[in-house]
């Protein structure tokens, strides 16, 4: 007979309102013969004190493990990437419950970022809210307009208290907003039962490029960046050559809020899940596999999404802005790339 302590945040994730209002417990995790039960302090578990739970001790990144607590109800306990389980109840079912969590996904400008979100906001049991929305100019932008004009920490973090309350999924990307309200972002949401995602791209030359196209020509999205071919293609419009000088800047600031955000992320003991742009978009087949092992991470079952199959299709097939054909006519990109590689390369 083995035993362990464990610590369960249960912190609002049960839809039944009260049942689970304790924000947390500890109670010893027995294993005997291939069945498990746990023991709960006094408020946890809605004060019944004891559930029975699948055979085996849970551990990071472990699946659902289901059982059944004295009085019937079915339970689910999950450990997740930041170390703690969460508990989840069904007394109308007699199944556990399926358990999503909220997410950010952290990125930065082109990656790819805003096909994904939109796909795991779809998907996601959460409210969406407009991508990036920490931006000053967007819906949450009050919240770096106030930090910007005060640099009052304690309404900082108040701010962003009040407009995670309802739990939106976020899609934000590090490099447009001032340090500190990343830092709230991180220290709030994973407060709130947030997981944290991060998105980058293995091929930062060729992201740092597409972003200079698009704020060039506007091409932003899908539609723009083929008029924009289109014009080029038809010779109503030409390419205005790459400033190399600013992308090489924008480049170098972007690796330093990459290495900040990983940073923050260790401070907090926070291990992300850490996606990259090839991963999905450059094999349709792991890409499918990838998406996969997000929505489980989020914690969405898949098999009650009767589209999913032809949700990820279309996301990994259909859209995006494919600006590469665009980037070939740009006058001095051959100098542009060889320059940006160059930053790239570490040091000797």
Known sequence: ??????????????????????????????????????????????????????????????EQRRGTRPDGAAVALVAKSHGKCYLKLSTRTGQAAPMTFPHVIWTLRRTGGTTLATLLADLSDYPGVQHEPFNAERIFGEV???????????????????????????????????????????????????????????????????????????AWGKAEARRVHEAVQSGERSLPPIDIAAAATHLRACDQRRRNMHARFADHGIAPF??????????????RDTVAALTAFIGIDRSAVDDYDARVEEALLTKGQKSARLLDRVPNIDEARAALEEVRRPSA
């Open 1 to 62: 007979m083995t035993s362990k302590s464990v610590k369960v945040c249960s912190r609002r994730l049960c839809r039944h309102g009260p049942i689970c209002a304790a924000t947390s417990w500890t109670g010893t995790m027995t294993d005997t013969a291939g069945d498990a039960s746990a023991r709960a302090a006094p408020r946890g578990i809605c004060g019944s004190g004891v559930m029975r739970m699948a055979p085996a001790f849970l551990r990071v990144g472990d």
């Open 144 to 218: 770096t307009r106030n930090w910007t004009a005060t640099r009052d920490t304690g309404l900082l973090r108040a701010d962003m208290q009040r407009v995670l309350a309802r739990k939106p999924v976020i899609k934000h990307c590090v490099e447009l907003v001032p340090e500190p309200v990343n830092d709230a972002l991180l220290t709030v949401s994973a407060s709130l039962g947030y997981v944290q995602i991060v998105l980058d791209r293995r091929a930062d030359v060729d992201r740092i490029l597409s972003l200079e196209l698009a704020r060039h020509t506007g």
């Open 274 to 287: 850490v996606v990259h742009f090839e991963d999905i978009y450059a094999d349709p087949v792991r890409g």
